[in-house]
């Protein structure tokens, strides 16, 4: 039942502009609370990606600038990608403490997708501050 239930939610939740005429403006059951959280992550994760792009371009940009001399610490790109790894090891690991507040319960992958949203939006905005930075 498991696997049927995920093939019919998520040819719905791939496309995040449905997120308006689908029900997600006031779902009225956890079911639709949780898919709608987790349209609404894949929206995040979505911009996110696109800014991830622009952000390691600049970086890229900023590694070619470096003179040959330069110190022998690794480059932008090098760091970026570290703290990208980081970072999703982070926001996985934290969602899942936020998910446990519901442990077993059926909202429990709803609070998961509602902190994914809300981690994915904030380092979007780091990415999106830190290419503005070169």
Known sequence: ?????????LPIAAHPAAAATDGCRAPA???EMTRCAGVAYQAADAMLNR???????????ADRA???THDKRI???????????????????ECRIE????????G???????????LTKARTK?????????
């Open 75 to 93: 480059g932008y790109v090098a760091a970026l990608t570290e703290a990208q790894k980081a970072w999703l090891r982070f926001r996985d690991a």
């Open 51 to 61: 800014q991830w792009r622009v952000t390691l371009a600049r970086m890229q940009a």
């Open 1 to 9: 039942m498991k696997g049927w239930f995920a093939l019919m939610v």
């Open 66 to 68: 470096l003179p040959p």
């Open 108 to 118: 429990e992958a709803m609070v998961v997708n509602m902190c994914l949203e809300t």
């Open 29 to 31: 059951t956890q079911v």
């Open 99 to 106: 998910g446990y507040q519901m442990r077993g319960g059926t």
């Open 126 to 134: 780091q990415l999106k501050d830190m290419a503005g930075d070169f």
